[in-house]
């Protein structure tokens, strides 16, 4: 890597965590005047950036407003790369859809699971809140999802989760859609009690655990093509 | 159990032991209570088998009324709670609501507004006219006028929440960075209407105010936009209620153990929390605070009645003042898991 696009990826990140909406905009914009590579520039600067600030996250430095700002400096300077990355289908990104619980309507923390997962290079179709589990199994299968990943807040739609996980089982989809869950109420064991593949404690150990679920998807896959 | 066996050799009346908890007196046993709105205990088994029945109770005062006294005395809680839901303030602001069904709890559909700077000045005096405030001030005025001795608490929802069923809530969160005096100036509108409800309730029979303000938790805030932006407005309402001599709970959602330190700045005579928190710790953290809470939901819902008496024990034991679910109960929680935990404060005297 040239020293010029370290500093400038270096500017992405620093941007990103530092909240700097246009500053990541401007140089993002940068990089496409000079030809530099995008996809390295969302790897190794907006999405850098963004690993950092969900960091200082997890450090309790940054709390949910800074974590939706440093996402929107990222979203900013993503939106101009995008168009100008080079399509690379030996790595097919994975696909995950993410949405709120059938009786809650609180998504702030699905809200930032979407953006960690986007910011690992997933495709996330966001169902949004107050969603039926049906309509999880549904669009997974439309889209043909690696991953089903479900919130709540609240105590009372738990079960929910546990309904979502049965008609995946039901359909005979169980073994190729891993299904994750999370938010304030649910614990490890929770997850465990309905079936779930995983469970994490906030969003940035949803993107790891979505990395890994997608890691074995695609071990498991391997292993059956090579069997 | 028979309750009036229970109550008969008690010098306190469920209102007495209450007001006294918090005001820091002497009191035989902790009282067990419900604070309604998010918390409220109306659940299926209840609603579904007394006239005064949901959804129809969220818009009808007598059948509010009626619900908060059948819920009272089926569960055995402590006091009498209304609204049964925490939209009423969104929803006389502008936020489209969905008064929900018999299992499942109003809530709000969409936010109007996209930006704190959308949100219109707020008429006040017509605002508190309109919508179900008045249907809340005038079921609290029967339950005053059914003269039973039970402490009537009318549940508010607090500013940040508010603010947020208004406001989109991740525009609102990141515009209180971004828009500082954009989102003050909301939260002192949203605080003085709601400082004005409280002082109509409390004037309509109302003898405690609770203010359940979920989104202002440590957890999303952080401790310095707690303190900047929920604090102040919290306790702007728990001053309106001060000034007509009510007392205030202000429950607070998740582990906020990073902003505890700043509770006591709300002013507010008891402090309820989530289940996660250890009310035994919080006690020495902050020595004199009156605690409520802290019975896990969950374990209500999906616990043995056996399990929830021996957790009700534990919470005595560890001093918790006032016994409480710790969170919004599930509407499908069953009555013996509940009578579990009311009958087990309710049997206790000072020192068994």
Known sequence: MSEENKVLFRGLSDAVVNLEEEKAAELAREVVEKNIDAYEAVDKGLAHGMDRAGRLFEEDEYFVPELLIAADAMYAGLDILRPHIKVDSSSEPGKIVVGVVEGDTHDIGKNLVKIILEAKGFTVFDLGRDVPPETFVQKAQEVGADIIGLSTLMTTTMPGMAKVVEILRASGLRERIKVMVGGAPISAAFARKIGADGYSANAIEAGELASRLLAEIRAAGAQAAAG | ?352
């Open chain 2, 1 to 352: 159990m028979n309750t009036d066996s229970l109550d008969g050799a008690t010098p306190f009346t469920p209102k007495e032991r209450l007001l006294r908890v918090l005001r820091r007196e002497e009191t035989d046993r902790p009282p067990v209570a419900c604070m309604g709105g998010m918390m409220n205990a109306a659940i299926v088994e209840i609603a579904g088998n007394c006239p005064a029945t949901l959804p129809g109770a969220h818009w009808d005062a007598d059948q509010m009324a009626e619900l908060a006294l059948a819920v009272a005395k089926q569960t055995g809680f402590e006091n009498l709670a209304v609204p049964f839901c925490m939209t009423v303030e969104a929803e006389t602001l502008g936020s489209s609501v969905d008064l929900g069904t018999l299992a499942c709890e109003p809530k709000i559909v969409s936010e109007p507004y996209q930006s704190i700077a959308e949100v219109p000045d707020l008429d006040r005096e017509s605002l508190l006219g309109a919508g179900r405030i008045p249907v809340v001030l005038k079921a609290v005025e029967r339950l005053a006028a059914a003269g039973t001795d039970m402490p009537i608490i009318v549940s508010l929802t607090g500013p940040i929440s508010t603010a947020a069923s208004l406001v989109n809530p991740p525009a609102f969160f990141k515009e209180l960075r971004k828009k500082r005096e954009d989102a003050h100036r909301l939260l002192s509108r949203i605080s003085l209407f709601l400082g004005e409800y409280a002082r109509r309730a409390v004037r309509a029979g109302a003898d405690v105010i609770a203010i359940g303000d979920p989104s202002a938790t440590g957890d999303i805030l952080g401790p310095a936009l707690f303190e900047e932006f929920a604090v102040p407005y919290v306790r702007e309402v728990v001053r309106a209620a001060h000034a007509q001599n009510a007392p205030a709970i202000v429950h607070i959602c998740g582990d906020t153990d990073s902003c505890r330190a700043l509770w006591p700045l709300m002013e507010s005579e008891a402090v309820s929390v989530d289940a996660m928190i250890n009310l035994a710790k919080l006690k020495s953290f902050l020595p004199g605070i009156v605690t409520m809470g802290n019975l896990s939901t969950y374990m209500l819902e999906f616990g043995t009645a056996d399990r929830v008496a021996r957790r009700t024990e534990k919470l005595i034991r560890d001093g918790v003042d006032i016994i409480a679910p710790a969170c919004g109960l599930s509407t499908s929680t069953k009555l013996p898991v509940i009578r579990a935990m009311t009958d087990t404060v309710r049997s206790r005297r000072r020192g068994t």
